[in-house]
């Protein structure tokens, strides 16, 4: 008898036990009607790159500055005058602006879940056209409520934003200026 309750209570204790662990990980699980967002590390993100920046600059400068310098004597005789006169002036203008507008779609991973919940993406895309290789680099801080439901987030909502694009090839050497341009410039010949 003394063995049936001792058989009972164990098995009483086993299941309570048992009853308290879960088989699914609440930190990563995710309802099968749920949107598929990225939230863990190692999972994938797209980054609409929507990208425009203006910026102007104008300044002007006008200085002038006149001296005079007289000078008289007399004499029961004679009058002279004598008179120095210098005037200078100086003035310069200078505008500059710049415009600029970037459109694309980079995939980044998930490479850190930091304490607060939020994800720090890095992504990297590499196009070679005629080639010309182009390499966009993307890195920032998500706030996993900005993802929407189609796993993808706008730029302009990334914190900490580092979006960088490096070219190389014909077009990039293009764009180079020449050894003499440069030594004709120095000398100001042109």
């Not at 036990?17 to 995710?30: P, R």
């Not at 005079?68 to 005037?87: C, H, I, P, Q, V």
């Not at 304490?115 to 992504?123: A, E, M, R």
Request: no cysteine; glycine share 8%.
């Amino acid at each position: 008898m003394i063995n049936r309750i001792v058989l009972m209570m164990s098995i009483l204790l086993t299941t309570h036990v048992f009853a308290q662990t879960s088989l699914i990980d609440t930190e990563s699980y995710q309802a099968l009607t749920s949107d598929r967002r990225a939230i863990n590390v190692g999972d994938i993100l797209t980054v609409l790159v929507a990208e425009s920046t203006s910026a102007k600059s104008s300044v002007g400068t006008n200085a002038k500055n006149k001296t005079n310098l007289s000078f008289s004597a007399n004499t029961l005789t004679a009058k002279a005058d004598a008179g120095l006169g210098m005037e200078g002036g100086a003035s310069g203008e200078g505008n500059t602006s710049r415009q600029g507008q970037l459109k694309t779609v980079v995939s980044v991973q998930v490479v850190e879940k930091l304490p607060n919940g939020y994800l720090k993406v890095i992504g990297n895309q590499e196009a070679i056209i005629n080639n010309d290789k182009q390499l966009i680099q993307i890195s920032g801080y998500v706030r996993p409520d900005d993802i929407s439901y189609d796993n993808t987030i706008y730029s302009y909502r990334l914190a900490d934003a580092k979006i960088q694009i490096n070219g190389k090839g014909v077009a990039n050497d293009a764009q180079k200026l020449s050894v003499f341009y440069k030594l004709f410039h120095w000398l100001r010949l042109i």
